[in-house]
């Protein structure tokens, strides 16, 4: 259980992590739903994140974050599979861990219920889903998390600039997952209690202290040179992608621009994404496609106008594609009210 009042002021005197100053600090919290993927991930503070849906149906987001002094928590809940390209800020410690039974993949690596991930500062990396998914990120101050390590651990537990797999102990990683299940919770149903100081300085300390601990423990899954490679080709791919700014994929220039076999450049993105290159872009173009046609006043544009806009030249093909990409018909798209893809409070 989160701790009482009483608790807070008792947990706040123990010798955890270093004692924070004397100055009044206030958590926050917010809960929002979206039925819009770009508005979903335009939501994540610090970390930057291109969602990419890859199943039919209508999306659906809950997220739920908590930012207290030296550390921020989201809680994820996304109905349809996608790919997630998300960049990590290079200030903060970054973990990301998925949510109950549903796996998760990260950089090609499959992440169950009880892994933890931690991640290189600044570290951009792929995380894709095969359905409705449950997960969270968590960001830390580099200071404080230093500071917490010596005071819990007595020595410093150095990130690295590469992403490691975690294993953490069962006792330390049911701790962890309460916390955060409790503190979201909190968060959703109580936020003025947590905004009290007493209790969001209690509940920073038990959370740093969980991590900590968690992290102190935790086997690892050393990767090998291999992948710290692929990743950096991936990285170099989505770099690509984005200087193609819309207009045609041309495979063979793109592989010598970012310095890699076209060969070379398959086997990363079938490990990394799931699918080829070519069908990675295809989606990311029918995905644009898609958020500006639920964004535009159907009196102002046609579908024929929004798909050449996004190289979608013939446009038989480009129904085809969408309709069997998101299940419905882009006109279908184009006539929803765009005002129902505000993002709504919980």
């Known amino acids: ?57 209508d999306f659906n987001a809950r997220l739920t974050r908590l930012t207290l002094d030296h550390l921020a928590q989201c809680r994820c809940y996304e109905s349809l599979p996608r790919i997630a390209y998300i960049s990590l800020p290079p200030e903060q410690i970054s973990l990301s861990f998925p949510i109950g039974r549903t796996p998760l993949v990260s950089d090609g690596l499959v992440l169950r219920n009880g892994d933890m991930v931690l991640h290189g500062r600044g570290e951009s990396i792929h995380q894709r889903s095969h359905g409705a998914c449950h997960w969270g990120l968590m960001a830390l101050s580099a200071e404080q998390f230093d500071s917490c390590s010596r005071a819990l651990t007595g020595r410093e537990i150095t990130p690295s600039h590469e992403t490691r797999i975690l294993h953490p102990a069962r006792a ?23 905004e009290r100081s007493e209790i969001g300085r209690a509940l920073e300390q038990e959370m740093l202290d969980a991590v900590i601990n968690c992290l ?13 490679h692929h990743t950096a080709v991936m990285t170099r791919f989505e770099e690509g992608l984005r200087k193609c700014n819309g207009q045609k994929l041309k495979m063979a220039a793109l592989c010598a621009e970012i310095g890699v076999p076209e060969r070379s450049l398959r086997v990363c993105c079938a490990e990394f994404l799931g699918v080829s290159p070519a069908r990675y872009f295809l989606l990311r173009r029918l995905n644009q496609a898609r958020s500006q046609l639920q964004r535009t006043d159907p009196s102002m544009a046609t579908v024929a106008e929004l798909a050449r806009k996004h190289q979608f030249l013939e446009l038989g093909r480009f129904a085809v594609m969408y309709r069997t990409t998101f299940g419905e018909s882009p006109s279908t798209t184009l006539q929803r009210d765009p005002k129902a893809l505000f993002a709504e409070s919980a």
Do not use: W
């Not at 916390?179 to 919770?185: D, I, M």
């Not at 102190?216 to 710290?228: L, N, V, W």
């Open 1 to 57: 259980m989160l701790p009482s009042v009483n608790e807070a002021e008792s947990l706040n005197g123990r010798n955890t992590c270093p004692p924070f100053d004397g100055t009044e600090h206030m958590a926050k919290s917010r809960t929002l739903l979206f039925s819009n993927a770009d508005g979903y991930a335009a939501e994540f503070g610090d970390a930057r994140i291109i969602l990419t849906i890859t199943g039919s149906g």
């Open 172 to 194: 330390d990683i049911s701790r962890f997952q309460r916390l955060v299940r409790e503190s979201c919770h909190l968060a959703e149903a109580r936020p003025k209690l947590i």
């Open 216 to 228: 102190a423990a935790a086997e690892t899954d050393d990767q090998p040179r291999t992948r710290h």
